[in-house]
């Protein structure tokens, strides 16, 4: 995590196979700009990434799956704790 933000589950795969965006994103039918928007969590990861992923990477397409679901919730609290965070930082100021 980076300033305690979550780091998406595909960032992990890709870091841990020593891949670059656009490596990744040959393997699974992506360009290498998708695969940044899924990673930021701009664009949903479709599900067909996911069977691709696991036909190149030790996962089944149902546990990306749940940690996609695991990771957008720890993205949503870490959110809600930024919006505390700086709510009490412009009342103390």
Known sequence: MKNGKPKHPLAKIRERNGLTQNQLGILVGQSGNRI???EGGFQYVPFSVFYK??????????????????YTIA???????????????????
């Open 36 to 38: 940044a928007l899924f």
């Open 75 to 93: 993205y949503q609290e870490w959110i809600v704790e930024n919006m505390k965070s700086r709510t009490l930082d412009q009342d103390r100021a």
């Open 53 to 70: 992923l696991s036909e190149h990477f030790d996962i089944q397409p149902e546990e990306f799956e749940q940690e996609i679901t695991n």
